[in-house]
């Protein structure tokens, strides 16, 4: 039984084949179209995943995609009828791009695949996110948690998995949405919707949280996690390009200028940016003012979130809880479960967002509709392609660098480690690129974090981004509590996908300080063996040769641009960058020699 799970059309496009019941193979469609959050039909992942399984379109058994296009359309029709006249415009620019494509998803699935018309199924939006959730986790029974920006209608359901089945049994509906509260603050705060959320995760722990009380103003929350926002505050429903209204202006004061450079006297001013300004205190203060607002609407965002899943728990009892949905990205908030609910185990799947609801609906239709057993568990994330042999060759030579081709593991991780002791920056591609948008070791830039300046570094070389962005610490998951306070990351999920923020231990902050937030935390990723042997094995070797189990992991792409795939794009990005030595499975490629 082979279903393809679709999603597109909204952001993150992604295709998923399962055979079986099991995960083949999947992966977002920016990573071979190369445009960032590519949201249009996914024919190249689509061909990744038949390619990869060796079967063409007429071997599917089913084609499910992620939403409910009609429903969905309703909608929109219904939420431009309300606002008329100011929806206008907005009514307009989605109708032309509903008329275009979107209504036709089964007519454009039939032409590129060559599936019958009943062969392709449609799933809920906030389902396909459950399903993402639920059948990929290791538990017979949980409550599950969907929460994002909206699907058709529902902006966050919640329910309760029981071995094939899953029953969503509570709603909240759009235009109430947490997810689009926290954008219309990203907006704000002066980033793109749909991609600025982490910056304001980022940001929020250079502030205090001082706008609680006013952003407490913009919804009702009740008890049980059903909340309501006040309308009187945003635009998102009537206007296709601002997410809040003047009366938010008139809480907030002025939003802050789009891409404005962020920097505060806790931050200081970094080298990367240039000549430090004249007017630098008043900036200071002014980006201080909104790193509070980022500050606010995270603690409330997590109140939420904890006020949810604490309702979720009162009513079904279920200590286990399946995650998923945009929200369920915001790492911060996935440790305070954790840590501040009844909730003992915690499963998110690493491609929470749209693009992971390509795999739950595949699932959805596998275990929900057709009923059958369940036998994956997914607990690693390396589904994508993987580097061709010739290909990696081919750019060793074409380079024009110093490269060479280690004739064993051992010599590839000795000289890695020797490289990394002396403070370079290496480009490190492994093996299936990851699911979901972050990087855990196979298409990641490594460097050593027990140096302090290695934050500027990066940055500097390669990232060219602002300081609130903090880099990640991937450890031993045996190691973890030598460095981090989680008890048991081996049964932690999250943290093996990075989708945890936790304290870093007191005494162990000045020996990583590449890796520790301002706040003293870190976006942890704890590696384990079976799931990422070489990467493992380099983390263990650092270890031997320093004492400290930690790498500093964040993603191999330049600012902007989707995380490399092939050799070809690995070595370019390699040669537009300060990066001193790229990897590619075992041909090391150095700058110097
Ligand atoms: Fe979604």
Redesign the pocket.
Known sequence: MRILGLSCYFHDAAAALIDDGQLVAAAEEERFSRVKHDFGFPYRAIQFCLRHAGIGGDDLDYVAFFEKPLLKFDRILQTAFASVPKSQVVFRKSMTAWMLDKLWVKARIRSALGVDADRILFCE?HQS?AASAFFCSPFDDAAVLTV??V?EWATATTGVGRGTSLALDSEIRFPHSLGLLYSAFTAFLGFEVNEGEYKVMGMAPYGVPRYVDKVWKLLELSADGAFRLNLEYFSFQYSATRTFSPQFETLFGPPRAPETPFFTDASGYPSYFGEKPANYARLAADNQHYADIAASIQVVTEEILLAMVRGLHARTGMPRVCLA??VALNSVANGRILRETPVTELYVQPAA??SG?ALGAALFVQHQVLGRPRTFVMDHAYWGASPDPDATRTAATDSGLSHHECSDEDALIDRTVALLERGKVIGWVQGRFEWGPRALGNRSILADPRRSEMKDIVNTKIKFREPYRPFAPSTLVERVRDFFELEDAGSSYPSQFMLLVVPVRSDARDRIPAVTHVDGSARLQAVVQRANPRYHRLISAFAQATGVPVILNTSFNLRGEPMVNSPAEALNTFRQSGMDALVIDRTIIQKEN
């Open positions: 939006h996110h994002d920006g699907g949905g945009g967002g749209d609801a």
